[in-house]
């Protein structure tokens, strides 16, 4: 049985549509970006230095030459990472005007170690040139977003917070803006005494920067035949952030246990340990969602992980302080969009889905995709040029084409297809590729999607920790430490068939990081309040839509 068996009714085009509010109710901005992450902030900030310089084009802008709407309660309120940042993109987008010793970051990776762990060894192995962090510094992305948008808001962006993009406003075969979210309806729909209605928002230029999954972007990949030839496939990451005793002095990844190496479970991943400072730690465990267990829980792997003698000497005496979940698009260069442009329309970072698996690197990726897709942008908005004609932005593919982005995700264009084989054989194929540039094995591997694969089912769960409440930890005390505040009465916002088998329906209950499922007699029951949006039912086999605006984690430190 496969998720891709029971998937929901889901119809892109109920997400697309002309405007409707009366012309002289909708609300008129110049550019339009969605999403306050990475890819947004520095699109909204690199649009600002080139406005800066020629006022008669923010002029013709009107009174919001660039406006950025975000979901979640303020920005960096859904932003999690690891997070390890190359600067490279921040160099460029802050040239001249702030240096990186001037961004929040906890400091440069001074050392760095990889393991091959076993239940209870740590083999010590070299870095693999793909994982090496030399020059990057360690950062929380939710603070880095958070000042990435005064950086954005002092450039003269607006930003939205609390507004989720909910439909994408298209006509005549072009962009023209997106509708934002109701607020302030009922489990059935109705309209509460707080009800607000949501607003069409148009724009001469709309750029989707939602990250993972994002869900107008599907849409619109779908309306305008971008889609590449390979789907995309994810992995889940959860993470905490522990107060600790005493400094961890370097950056650890580790492969290996809790994952199981043989072919037929599709287990690929691995654990990343960053410290954070003098006296934090962050640690998590991110895994491919091609795997086939239905009682496999990345939610339960890190707690098991913590248990292992390496991990638990690094937290003892500490205290868990925040926690979090979010899903990484993990296709890279094999699942790219055919084109990242459409009319009236941009696609950067995490949606686009320009990760680098191996070096698990999306971030510096997105700020160099948001800044060319605001320089494409600029460029279309000048006296004679038309945004909206087909083409006219096509020079963001161009400039994507021709940066470090691409020439990145190129030479690892294969690495996780190849892990589809097992750990060892895929490990092999990993290093071929990594010695030769990409060039070895020739040719492309085909990517199977997540809901493809044929569930199986294992005691796997049966050695997962209890939760002790000091290192090892339930789902929900999970959820209340990501800060969670969405509604109980809000309209559901998870798609998913109810009548499914007993088998899917404990997939999902294990899956899910938060518990919002509920393996039961006949199906599976529903707590969407609990959802901190990580995005995994979309890939196996359900649909996250976004929710009312302002709700879901409050990530501060993630
Ligand atoms: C566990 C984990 C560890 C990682 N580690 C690293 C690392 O160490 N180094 C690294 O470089 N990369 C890492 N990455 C990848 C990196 O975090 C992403 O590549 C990067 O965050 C992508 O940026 P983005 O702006 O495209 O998307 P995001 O960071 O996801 O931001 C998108 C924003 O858009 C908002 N949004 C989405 N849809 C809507 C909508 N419809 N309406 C309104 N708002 C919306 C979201 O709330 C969010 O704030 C990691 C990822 C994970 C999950
Ligand atoms: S309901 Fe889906 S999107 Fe929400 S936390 Fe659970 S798996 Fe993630």
């Given at each position: 049985m496969r998720p891709a068996d029971y998937l929901p009714p889901f119809d892109p085009r109920d997400h697309i549509g002309a405007p409707t509010d009366p012309e002289d109710e909708r609300i008129e901005v110049g550019v339009l970006i969605v999403g306050a992450g990475p890819a947004g902030l520095a699109c909204a900030i690199r649009l600002g230095q080139l406005l800066e310089g020629a006022p008669e084009v923010r002029e013709r802008l009107g009174e919001v030459p660039v406006a950025v709407l975000e979901k979640g309660k303020q920005p960096g309120s859904h932003l999690l990472s690891g997070a390890v940042v190359n600067p490279r993109a921040l160099r460029?987008?802050?040239?001249?005007?702030?240096?990186?010793?001037?961004?929040?970051?906890y400091g440069p990776v001074e050392h760095e170690s990889v393991y091959f762990l076993t239940p209870r060894r740590a083999l010590r192995i070299p870095t693999p040139p793909t994982m090496k962090n030399e020059g990057n510094v360690v950062a929380s992305l939710s603070q880095l977003g958070r000042w990435l948008a005064e950086q954005a808001e002092e450039s003269g962006a607006m930003?939205?917070?609390?507004?989720?993009?909910?439909?994408?406003?298209?006509?005549?075969?072009?962009?023209?803006?997106?509708?934002?979210g109701d607020k302030g309806r009922g489990r059935e729909g109705q309209e509460l005494g707080n009800f607000e209605p949501g607003a069409d928002l148009v724009a001469r230029?709309?750029?989707?920067?939602?990250?993972?999954?994002?869900?107008?972007?599907?849409?619109?990949?779908?309306r305008f035949g971008l889609?590449?030839?390979?789907?995309?496939?994810?992995?889940?990451?959860?993470?905490?952030?522990w107060k600790v005793a005493r400094p961890l002095n370097r950056v650890i990844h580790t492969m290996g246990w809790p994952l199981r190496a043989a072919a037929k479970y599709r287990e690929f991943g691995g654990s990343f340990i960053y410290p954070m400072g003098e006296d934090m730690v962050t640690l998590g465990m991110v895994v491919g969602l091609d795997y086939r267990d239905v009682e496999l829980s990345v939610h339960d792997l890190l707690q098991e992980l913590k248990t292992h003698p390496l991990v638990r000497r690094l937290l003892e005496g500490g205290e868990r302080i925040a926690w979090g979940a979010k899903t990484i698009p993990e296709g890279g260069f094999l699942s790219l969009p055919k084109r990242l442009h459409a009319p009236g329309l941009l696609i950067c970072g995490d949606g686009a889905g320009l990760v680098n698996v191996p070096a698990l690197k999306?971030?510096?990726?997105?700020?160099?995709?948001?800044?060319?897709?605001?320089?494409a942008a600029f460029a279309a908005l000048q006296r004679g040029q038309t945004p909206s004609t087909p083409g006219a932005l096509a020079v963001y593919?161009?400039?994507?084409?021709?940066?470090?982005?691409?020439?990145?995700?190129?030479?690892?264009r294969n690495m996780r297809q190849a892990f589809g084989r097992g750990f060892w054989l895929g490990g092999a194929l990993a290093g071929a590729m990594t010695a030769t540039k990409g060039h070895f094995p020739p040719g492309n591997t085909r990517t199977e999607r997540d809901v493809d694969q044929e569930l199986?089912?294992?005691?796997?769960?049966?050695?997962?920790?209890?939760p002790d409440g000091t290192l090892t930890f339930d789902r929900l005390s999970s959820v209340f430490a990501s800060g969670n505040k969405t509604r109980d009465d809000q309209p559901n916002h998870i798609v998913i068939r109810r009548d499914v088998p007993p088998e899917l329906a404990r997939m999902w209950e294990r899956m899910c990081p938060a518990q919002v499922y509920e393996a039961g007699g006949d199906g599976?029951?529903?707590?969407?309040?609990?959802?901190?949006?990580?995005?995994?039912?979309?890939?196996?086999?359900?649909r996250l839509t976004p929710p009312e605006g302002g709700s879901g984690p409050e990530y501060t430190l993630t």
């Open positions: 460029r987008l802050f040239k001249g005007r702030k240096r990186i010793d001037e961004l929040p970051f930003i939205l917070p609390e507004t989720a993009a909910v439909k994408l406003l298209a006509a005549d075969g072009r962009v023209r803006g997106v509708r934002t230029v709309t750029v989707l920067a939602e990250g993972t999954q994002g869900h107008l972007t599907g849409v619109a990949l779908n889609a590449g030839e390979n789907p995309q496939v994810w992995a889940l990451g959860v993470k905490e952030v999306g971030i510096h990726y997105a700020i160099e995709s948001g800044s060319l897709a605001a320089e593919d161009d400039a994507l084409r021709q940066s470090f982005v691409w020439k990145d995700l190129q030479e690892v199986i089912r294992t005691d796997r769960a049966q050695s997962y920790p209890a599976v029951a529903v707590t969407p309040s609990n959802c901190v949006q990580c995005g995994a039912i979309t890939a196996k086999g359900g």
